[in-house]
């Protein structure tokens, strides 16, 4: 009789084993499900769709008019925006003649756009 009984043990201790892991994996399944539904982005509308669109030419044009024309890309520090056939053939031709030179420029006219001041010491110092 005592066979019998660890082996009814085994099977109760098994089957409450399994019982756990399927409701753990159905309470996964849930919590998946409920985060998905309530995490989904609306569906776009039409309106936000034009909107975007809109938004995406506007981006485009304004982009193709910097890229394509002259103008002031900062104008305190005297920073020139050139078309890109023309800023390559300014910098071939200057390649050409002397690279020294022309790396030299290139290198003191990056500084002086990206030049930080240091910050100013505070009355505490």
Known sequence: MSENSGERRFLSATCAY???VVGAMLIMAVLVWVMYHFTRPEPLGAARADE??????????????KLNNY????????IVRLPI????????????????AARSNLVTRVDAAFYV?????????
């Open 85 to 100: 056939d023309e800023a390559m053939k300014l910098m071939q031709s200057e390649w050409q003649k002397d690279p020294a």
């Open 117 to 125: 001041p240091p910050p100013k010491p505070s009355a505490f110092e």
């Open 18 to 20: 399994a019982v756990a």
């Open 52 to 65: 975007r669109r809109t938004a995406l030419r506007d981006l485009r044009a304004d982009n193709a008019d």
């Open 71 to 78: 103008g002031w890309q900062d104008e305190g520090k005297g």
